[in-house]
């Protein structure tokens, strides 16, 4: 079955960091754009982060730039965020996705279970 495993979230301070990963099982990366997006209560679901696992193009939310940094590893099929300086805005579900390599996350054919990402004042 093709589907997408994410992980790493919880409750972290302002401030502090966070891991989430992203396993794939069912097909592998190759030819394929994966990103993170959140979603807050009551907000829309925005995109966070993209990665292209063709040639390693990234594209970050204004909101996050310089403080979350997404990446890959290719023999572990999977891809990470490490996010840093968390801040309470910070708060909502994140979910990772894949979609084609050429529509950088705009098209998204699978997705993740979500994580929770809880950051307190």
């Known amino acids: 079955e093709v589907r997408l495993v994410d992980s790493g979230g919880g409750l972290v301070q302002a401030g502090g960091s966070l891991r989430l990963s992203c396993a794939a099982s069912g097909f592998t990366f190759d030819g394929y754009a994966i990103g993170w997006f959140r979603q807050a209560p009551g907000k829309e679901r925005e995109e966070v982060s993209c990665i292209s696992s063709t040639d390693g193009r990234t594209n970050y939310a204004d909101s996050v730039k310089g403080r979350f940094t997404i990446s890959s590893d290719k023999s572990e099929n999977s891809v990470y965020l490490e996010m840093n300086s968390l801040k309470p805005e910070d708060t909502a579900f994140y979910y990772c996705?894949?979609?084609?390599?050429?529509?950088?996350?705009?098209?998204?054919?699978?997705w993740g279970q979500g994580a929770l990402v809880t950051v307190s004042s």
């Open positions: 996705a894949a979609g084609g390599d050429a529509f950088m996350c705009r098209s998204l054919e699978v």
